[in-house]
């Protein structure tokens, strides 16, 4: 395994790290047994891995993290998991928050969380929302039940990365869960830079996520970016359109996605939302294998590097 240091945090991270949501859920949403996802955490730690991202909102699945690394050392793993604390833009109370912390230590069953994040926060919401919790978080921290503060966008609902020019600039959040894609690269001028220049560790998201996983979904989205005029015609072909990637050691296009996210050198870990226990071997052997040809890096900017939308949802 290759680890990085997770920008300001100091924490030693793997380079692949495992995410329990996006739409398997942690195999909540696609039907995987719990003892199978439980095997592919084993597996993920026999292969380095040792950083896992949650949420109190990804159903059972901070539950099923605990379970699965109870036997595990906890010094071995770093966690991160997340609040939402503005669900539908209505801005919860202190009391919530300090129930949802002390729920997700329960959940996880630990003493301390080492990333707390407010979880996708959308830009309209980030200066009420600050404003309502930073005094209450900060006290958590003072007590303990969290090391470290971090923040995730919503990806979809921002797709010009504006809750991030925010947050980088009031600069209180030692890490960014950042939406970043082949097809979706824009946070390369919006936010990674920032995040450099402020030693913010980067956790990646939505690197592979449905579009370069479910080849119908990418020629949809394909052909809808040339239709809108976000792409032209003539960039990728219609059919297929990021074949071209596959040649050598990119076996796939989930492959290509992830050694694309892992090139960024801000970027500290890149999520894998798997929980299937092959597709893991094949995404650790990806990222820890040769990066993308820099002919096709230069090819996949000049396509998609001014395309302001979420493509790669
Ligand atoms: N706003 C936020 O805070 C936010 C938003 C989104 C995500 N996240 C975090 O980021 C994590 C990762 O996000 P993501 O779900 O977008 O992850 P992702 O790794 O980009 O995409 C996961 C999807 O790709 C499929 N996949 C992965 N490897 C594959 C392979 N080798 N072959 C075929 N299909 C493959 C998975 O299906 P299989 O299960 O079949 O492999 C799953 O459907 C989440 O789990 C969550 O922790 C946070």
């Known amino acids: 395994m290759e680890f990085r240091t997770l920008g300001r945090t100091g924490l030693k991270v793997s380079v692949m790290g495992i995410g329990t949501g996006g739409p398997s859920n942690f195999g909540q949403s696609t039907g995987v047994p719990e003892k199978d996802v439980i095997r592919m955490v084993h597996r993920a730690i026999d292969l380095g891995i040792n950083f896992f991202d949650t949420s109190a909102a990804y159903r059972e699945s901070e539950v099923i993290l605990g379970r699965a ?29 300090i129930a949802s912390v002390d729920r997700s230590l329960k959940r996880l069953d630990v ?13 309209g919401d980030y200066r009420r929302i600050m404003d309502a919790h930073m005094p209450t978080v ?25 809750m991030f020019a925010m947050a980088l600039k009031d600069d209180m959040f030692d890490s960014a869960m950042v939406g970043y894609s082949m097809i979706s690269p824009t946070a390369k ?21 449905r579009a370069l996983s479910k080849p119908d979904i990418l020629m949809q989205r394909i052909s809808d970016a040339k239709k809108r005029g976000l792409i032209a015609r003539d960039s990728v072909p219609d059919e297929d359109p990021l074949g071209w990637l596959l040649r050598d050691h990119v ?63």
């Open 69 to 97: 690394l109870r036997n595990v050392g906890r010094e071995k793993v770093v966690l991160a998991t997340k609040f939402h604390a503005a669900p539908d833009s209505i801005v919860i109370s202190p009391e919530e928050v």
């Open 251 to 313: 076996k796939s296009l989930p492959s290509a996605g992830y050694k694309f996210a892992a090139a960024h050198p801000a970027i500290g870990t890149v999520l894998t939302g798997t929980a299937n226990i092959e597709h893991l071997e094949a995404n650790v052997a990806a990222i820890l294998g040769p990066p993308l040809p820099s002919e096709d890096m230069i090819r996949l900017n000049s396509v998609f590097g001014e395309v302001w939308e979420p493509l790669g949802n």
């Open 189 to 209: 001028k919006a936010v990674l830079p920032e995040c450099l220049n402020k030693n913010v560790g980067v956790i990646c998201m939505v690197a592979v996520r």
């Open 111 to 123: 003493e301390t969380i080492d990333i707390m994040q407010f979880h996708g926060v959308d830009p």
């Open 138 to 162: 900060i006290k958590l921290n003072e007590q303990g039940k969290f090391r470290f503060l971090g923040i995730s966008e919503t990806y979809s609902r921002d797709p010009r990365h504006d």
